[in-house]
């Protein structure tokens, strides 16, 4: 057997113990769905006298640019409103991750709820020239659609369906004007690539991890911001194993390309700076790959190694690749289903 078999042999392995723990997820979340359902009815205003209440829409919110805002305004938002949320941003990264490593987009069973599900823009399969990253890329996959079916499990009824995406590369220009795909703008103002040219992240193993870059980090600081509002004990549990997956993936897609080295680590330090750029304050929150002295930086986290948290103004800045006050663009082209969808402008406080 040779050491390429080999490698590609024990996470064959691995994905049957994966599978086996998957089931178990799936047969202990029908245990907790009576009391994700009780807190959920809870949280959105029903009772006992009114086991299946018809959601109503809560105001928009708009986003904090500061993890610990002084001074917002006073948002009531529910644990269904924050965990919907989430789940927006579940379906942005199992798609992408879907059709990166396998070439197929999540079936329509996985993205129905409220609302109509919207269509995937962009995307295909990554021919990768590195059989370890194909393995990586394949078990984050399988742990975002795990994610994901986990949160609309426990929504029921009240999940929100897909938003329409766009994880595409391509310039399209007509009569009505030039349409950039997403991954291109987020490349040009980073200066990834010229301001003419775009940007394929399904081009190479390189281009892959940039991307990933992008989405693990900001689910990392994102999910830790929106799951600290969560009130349910149910959803606590829930939360806290999600964001630990997170940070499992993000560690690994930040070593990879701190191994890579050369323009894939140059390219991630300017993703980071983008990011800050986009979030709506003025002070510096995001940390490339490289520290301090050129050191390895695999762990984005303060002086007591914790990693920092955004709210969700900047977290929809991030993926509406935007600065201002706005209800979509970017990643999530008509912006996120649900009640909270606006990002941050330059100090504009809100709910978390």
């Keep these: 057997m040779t050491d390429t078999e080999k490698l590609i042999e024990t996470p064959a392995a691995d994905d049957v113990r994966r599978a086996e723990r998957r089931t178990f997820l799936r047969h202990a979340s029908g245990i907790a769905m009576a009391a994700g359902a009780s807190s959920l009815l809870a949280a959105c205003g029903g009772g006992s006298d009114n086991p299946s209440p018809t959601p109503t829409p809560s105001p928009t919110a708009s986003g904090s640019p500061t993890p610990t805002p002084t001074g917002s305004p006073t948002v009531s938002l529910t ?45 295909r399969a990554v021919t990768f020239t590195d059989p ?29 369906a897909q938003p329409a995406l766009n994880i595409d590369s391509a310039v399209t220009t007509t009569t009505t ?6 991954f291109t703008k987020l ?23 940039t991307a990933a870059f992008l989405f693990e980090d900001v689910g990392v600081t994102a999910l830790r911001g929106v799951f600290s509002q969560v009130t349910s004990a149910t959803f606590v549990e829930l939360a806290a194993g999600i964001i630990a ?30 990011r800050d750029a986009y979030d709506g304050t003025t002070a ?15 762990v984005p986290a303060d002086a007591n ?7 969700t103004g900047q977290v929809l ?7 201002a006050s706005v209800v979509g663009g970017g990643f999530f082209p008509s912006g996120c289903t649900g009640t909270v969808k606006t990002s941050s402008a330059n100090g504009v406080q809100g709910p978390f």
């Excluded at 949320?85 to 069973?109: D, E, M």
């Excluded at 004007?177 to 997403?182: C, F, K, L, R």
């Design 79 to 123: 644990d269904a409103d924050v965990l919907n949320f989430a789940l927006n941003l579940k379906y942005l990264k199992a798609q992408f991750y879907a059709i990166a490593a396998n070439g197929a987009a999540l079936a329509a069973t996985d993205t129905d709820g409220i609302g109509t599900a919207g269509a995937v823009t962009g995307g």
């Design 132 to 160: 370890l990253l194909q393995q990586y890329a394949k078990e984050i996959a399988a742990d975002q659609l795990a994610n994901l079916r986990i949160l609309r499990t426990f929504l029921n009824t009240i999940r929100v």
């Design 177 to 182: 004007g030039t349409t950039v795909g997403a």
């Design 187 to 209: 490349a040009r103002d980073a200066g990834v690539v010229g301001g003419a040219a775009t940007f394929d992240p399904y081009a190479s193993d390189e281009n892959f991890l």
């Design 245 to 274: 997956a997170e940070g499992y993936s993000s560690g690994l897609i930040r070593t990879a390309i701190y191994q890579k080295g050369g323009t894939v680590l140059a390219n991630a330090d300017k993703i980071s700076a983008q």
């Design 284 to 298: 510096t929150l995001d940390q490339g790959i490289t520290g301090t002295a050129s050191v390895a930086n695999i």
């Design 305 to 311: 190694g914790l990693t920092f948290l955004r709210s």
């Design 317 to 323: 800045n991030i993926f509406y690749l935007n600065s």
